[in-house]
């Protein structure tokens, strides 16, 4: 089991002295306000993005020491655009998975169109493996993409707001999915609710800092999403599960007059 573990990790004036740690097997979300940092600290783990401060490690190897095959063989994402053209099919892009396990000359496997099936299968694409990646709806895009990581069979998931264009029940579907794949996951969630009931803990990030860190109960409070936020909620524990479930009220907090200026 994989544990990342990221030291003062700074980039520039958008990430400032980040420590975090996912523990082997864990599922760790990043919640924050939009320009929070979410993203970039994402990209200086999966190594789009260098950092100009701090260590990503894992399991005591620096993720930037590494060559881009070697990380890719640890580490899949699933970005939060995905919006990219690939003249492939959905079945060929899922493929794709397997390149960091292979020398750039070898073609795919039985193997191979095996486990991309098999992946297709999990997010609901069979029926669609035959159509061009760029036919797809956003949603269907986006599930392709998780296939892709799965095919990719890393120890590290990084997943950027991977319910990014999917209707509800796929966005089940997917959380439900990274919790059972045996893996470590780090993902960005604006939702904060799908954040409580998916997430084992949570580390919220507002400009660029880590500002707590904890379990969902301990860290989606009333008080937090005053602070952080600046939105008015209850937060109560869900009938059957027990998550939090966070409760927004109308109108600016306080009860002050909301502002029209």
Request: glycine share 10%.
């Amino acid at each position: 089991m994989t544990e990342l573990r990221l030291h003062g990790l700074s980039y520039e004036d958008r990430l400032r002295s980040v420590d975090l740690t996912v523990r082997p097997g864990e599922t760790v979300g990043l919640i924050g306000p939009n320009g929070s940092g979410k993203t970039t600290l994402l990209r200086c783990v999966y190594g789009t993005l260098a950092p100009t401060a701090g260590r990503a490690t894992l399991d005591g190897d620096d993720l930037h020491a590494l060559g881009a095959k070697a990380r890719a063989r640890r580490v899949a994402t699933v970005p939060q655009d995905s919006a990219t053209e690939f003249e492939l099919t959905v079945h060929e892009l899922v493929a794709l998975g397997r390149s960091p396990h292979k020398r750039f000359w070898e073609g795919d496997t039985d193997a191979d169109r095996g486990r991309a099936a098999a992946a297709l299968a999990r997010v609901g694409l069979t029926e669609l493996a035959d159509r061009p990646y760029p036919t797809l709806s956003g949603g269907e895009r986006q599930r392709a993409l998780v296939a892709r990581a799965l095919v990719q069979a890393p120890a590290l998931l990084v997943l950027d707001e991977p319910t990014n264009h999917l209707d509800i029940r796929h966005q089940l579907d997917v959380l439900a999915l990274v919790r059972t794949l045996g893996t470590t996951n780090l993902l960005a969630l604006h939702d904060l609710n799908l954040a409580g009931a998916y997430c084992d803990r949570l580390y919220v990030l507002e400009r660029g800092r880590i500002v707590t860190g904890g379990t969902p109960a301990e860290v989606l409070t009333p008080a937090l999403l005053d602070t952080v936020y600046g939105v008015e909620a209850e937060v109560i524990p869900h009938p059957r599960t027990g998550s939090p479930t966070v409760v927004y009220l109308h109108g600016p907090p306080g009860g002050q007059e909301p502002s029209i200026m």
